[in-house]
């Protein structure tokens, strides 16, 4: 069956169904249910790939004629991983994002929809002194429901990257206030990077600077929903905190760019100090209490049996 053929089934003029029915075949073609054939007398025509191709076809012609949508939940921002519910997959932004993942994945130069430019801070501690494993600071994002390095969009008011930093450093790290004679920030480079939002779904294009932090300060205070993570975990795709993924991609390619890549980066941090028996007893009391209990419990039921 040809294009004007269609149309004309349809109720439209021949004029109509040459400029209509061309736009509809190419929408549905997206969903792959569509090929292009040619008819005996080499006229091209348009046919559905399989019964099941045709049901489908069928069911959204039903929504349309209902009134019905077949997405919903458009305001809510937000993606997640799967396996998902009817629900989840039904919802605008992650149905989206599916389709844009699935979009890279054929063509991964696709372009992006949309450009955002993104500020990233690296804090490097370790949990005790000299010797211990590197840890990196995470902060958890509740609508990419994933972890990430401390930071985040840069915003008209800001005068520069930098800026944008010690914003987001003030916002996300409780009580921390931006000192120039004790915090130094160091750009450590911009990666160029494209993946879908996990907040809206599009494909989207990141310009990412990073920074690292260094300060003097022996208290740095994460603010809720903040991990340290060691360094062997921040770089695996398969790592998870709970359920959520790590938000690392870009991060990655600023290893690959860095002499000795991270391992090679100063603290962020100076030592924690050694802390003496009777600060440990004055910040934790009643675990010290607890302790020391149990300790002479333990020697009392020892004690029949040397006697």
Not at 16 to 32: D, I, M
Not at 46 to 65: G, M, N
Not at 244 to 264: D, F, Q
Request: glycine residues 10%.
């Amino acid at each position: 069956m040809t294009v004007e053929d269609l149309g004309l089934l349809a109720g439209l003029t021949s004029t109509e169904a040459g400029t209509s029915v061309p736009v509809v075949l190419a929408l549905a073609g997206a969903f792959g249910v569509l090929r292009e054939e040619s008819m005996p007398d080499g006229a091209a025509a348009t046919v559905v790939i399989s019964p099941q191709a045709a049901y489908f076809l069928r069911c959204l012609a039903a929504y349309v004629r209902s009134g019905h949508t077949v997405l919903d939940n458009w305001e809510r921002a937000g993606t997640g991983t799967g396996p998902f519910t009817a629900g989840q997959v039904l919802a605008g932004p992650q149905f989206l994002h599916l389709a844009e993942t699935h979009r890279l994945a054929l063509d991964p130069a696709a372009p992006p929809l949309r450009q955002v430019d993104v500020v990233q801070v690296l804090v490097k501690s370790r949990l005790r002194r000299r010797g211990s494993r590197a840890r990196y600071l995470l902060q958890y994002d509740e609508r990419a429901r994933q972890y990430q390095l401390p930071g985040g969009h840069a915003r008209a008011s800001d005068t520069d990257a930098q800026a944008t930093a010690v914003r987001e450093l003030e916002e996300e790290l409780d009580g921390y206030a931006h000192r120039s004679d004790r915090d130094v920030l160091t750009e450590l480079g911009v990666v160029e990077a494209v993946q879908p939002s996990r907040t809206h779904g599009a494909l989207t294009g990141y310009r990412m600077t990073f920074f690292l932090l260094k300060t003097d300060t022996d208290r740095l205070r994460p603010g809720p929903g903040a991990r340290w993570v060691d360094e062997g975990d921040l770089l695996d795709p398969d790592f998870r905190i709970g359920r959520a993924s790590l938000n690392v991609t870009a991060l990655s390619r600023l290893e690959a760019m860095l002499p000795g890549g991270l391992r090679g980066l100063p603290w962020s941090l100076p030592d924690p100090p050694l802390r003496g028996l009777g600060a440990v007893i004055n910040d934790h009391p009643w675990e010290v209490a607890g302790l020391v209990i149990g300790v002479v419990g333990l020697v009392a039921s020892l004690v029949p049996f040397f006697l």
